[in-house]
């Protein structure tokens, strides 16, 4: 009792949760589930390891997030215990989650849902993913609030479509002091990237605000 065991997906009714190893799946399980992968190419320890990049532990993190999962990354530590130069790489991610980590890590779980893929865009713009979040606040409003995960090959116009009527400022873009140009026309909010919007990173996360209405 009161134990939790990793299921490795034997299903049943005593399964606790689903560990796809080695790949993302390509949409939530509808079930609690945790990708596990390697850094490199072996779970264990080889010499002249091939590490994956940074940039594609974020964009695997990112995938998994947006659909609903947990990332487990594996490490393995040298003969002498040592880590060789995956602490750069595990350095350079914690980084990037110090700027963006409020569009991976959901706070205050009781009163905050996830929808995955929530967001569809009428007319063109490339995004890595995307993740809806909603919450009550103290007043009983309920906050929806999009992140919106993209790249330097999403530059030009992000059609959000409809989503003027209770949007709260401005689409911002975290870690940037400026906010990407939005304009709206008859209901539509569209965001303009351009290179500048991507300077000091390559993947980066659009917040989007809006005020819903009142619970009763």
Same mark, same amino acid.
């Given at each position: 009792p009161g134990i939790l065991v990793v299921d490795r997906t034997v299903g049943g009714e005593y399964e606790n949760y689903v560990t796809p190893e080695g790949h993302v799946p390509d949409a939530d399980l509808g079930v609690p589930w945790e990708t596990c992968i390697p850094m490199g190419t072996s779970w264990s320890w080889v010499p002249n390891e091939r590490y994956k990049s940074t940039d594609e532990i974020i964009r695997t993190l990112v995938k998994v997030v947006s659909r609903g999962g947990s990332l487990l990354l594996n490490v393995a530590p040298g003969p002498d215990g040592q880590l060789d130069s995956t602490y750069v790489r595990l350095k350079e991610v914690g980084e990037w989650l110090k700027v963006n980590g409020e569009a991976v890590y959901i706070k205050d779980a009781d009163t905050w849902s996830v929808s995955n893929g929530a967001l569809s865009f009428p007319e063109g713009g490339r995004i890595i993913a995307d993740t809806e979040v909603e919450a009550v606040d103290t007043r009983r409003r %309920? %906050?929806? +609030?999009? +992140? =919106?995960?993209? %790249?330097?090959?999403s530059v030009g116009e992000l059609d959000l479509g409809c989503r003027s009527d209770k949007l709260i400022g401005r689409p911002v873009m975290l870690g940037n002091s400026k906010a990407p140009k939005t304009t709206t026309k008859d209901c539509r /909010? /569209? =965001?303009r990237l351009t290179n500048e919007d991507f300077a000091g990173?390559?993947?980066k996360v659009i917040r989007v605000h809006r005020r819903m209405d009142r619970i009763v």
């Amino acid at each position: 009792p009161g134990i939790l065991v990793v299921d490795r997906t034997v299903g049943g009714e005593y399964e606790n949760y689903v560990t796809p190893e080695g790949h993302v799946p390509d949409a939530d399980l509808g079930v609690p589930w945790e990708t596990c992968i390697p850094m490199g190419t072996s779970w264990s320890w080889v010499p002249n390891e091939r590490y994956k990049s940074t940039d594609e532990i974020i964009r695997t993190l990112v995938k998994v997030v947006s659909r609903g999962g947990s990332l487990l990354l594996n490490v393995a530590p040298g003969p002498d215990g040592q880590l060789d130069s995956t602490y750069v790489r595990l350095k350079e991610v914690g980084e990037w989650l110090k700027v963006n980590g409020e569009a991976v890590y959901i706070k205050d779980a009781d009163t905050w849902s996830v929808s995955n893929g929530a967001l569809s865009f009428p007319e063109g713009g490339r995004i890595i993913a995307d993740t809806e979040v909603e919450a009550v606040d103290t007043r009983r409003r %309920d %906050d929806q +609030y999009n +992140y =919106i995960f993209v %790249d330097s090959a999403s530059v030009g116009e992000l059609d959000l479509g409809c989503r003027s009527d209770k949007l709260i400022g401005r689409p911002v873009m975290l870690g940037n002091s400026k906010a990407p140009k939005t304009t709206t026309k008859d209901c539509r /909010v /569209v =965001i303009r990237l351009t290179n500048e919007d991507f300077a000091g990173g390559e993947i980066k996360v659009i917040r989007v605000h809006r005020r819903m209405d009142r619970i009763v």
